[in-house]
């Protein structure tokens, strides 16, 4: 019998009642009907038009942070997620990165394909450290895209942590060298090309941001974001 990922608990075999009312695809289901709402969808909300957060009435379109962006003089960059960040996605975020517990790519895998395997462009995952990599792993961004085909195009200069405690405000984080580069036999691929950049979070949008300027810059037709969570 299989368990929920999330709480261990018995996963029923019958068909939810909510996956019959929207009549969405039968998927293997990875968590159960208890620990299932705890996460907030995006796709019916309404969100910021440029970074997908969740927009309450009180917020403007774009929102104050992608605001914030046009008026440090940043391209223009479109983000969608498909979910809140909130206190259940925070909890599986600990356990999935920072515990490292790889199974639980599995509770949104078939989902992220779902949802990718309908657009054409080229999906390049934000890469991880090798710090990162020598503590977790795993790139928890491809663990999440294990049902896609991507391209690795770029890799980490130096390590996000120690750029964290470098640069705790705002304008540190802006003012930090870009911590990526191309992996420069793959450069040519994307010349040309709409791209897809997928990461985890959306949270400053400073990492995804870095990577698209360095992706446009290299001649991409396009480039776009696609998290799980913002
Ligand atoms: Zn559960
Ligand atoms: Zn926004």
Redesign the pocket.
Known sequence: MKACLLCGSRLRQEIPLADLIRLTPLQKRAICEACSPTFSALNLLP???????R?TTDMS???????R?EKDGQFKFI?SAMYEYNPAMKDYMKRYKFAGDYRLRKVFSDQIHEQLKKQSAIIVPIPVGKDTMATRGFNQVTGLLENDRYLNLLSVRFDKKAVRQSAKNRQGRLLLDQPFEMIESQKNQVKNQAVLLVDDVYTT?TTIRHAAALIQQAGAASVKGFTLA?
């Not at 969100?47 to 957060?53: E, K, P, V």
């Not at 379109?61 to 605001?67: A, M």
């Open positions: 969100t910021c038009s440029s970074c997908g957060r927009r379109d774009p929102c104050y942070d992608c605001l962006w983000n949008g913002r």
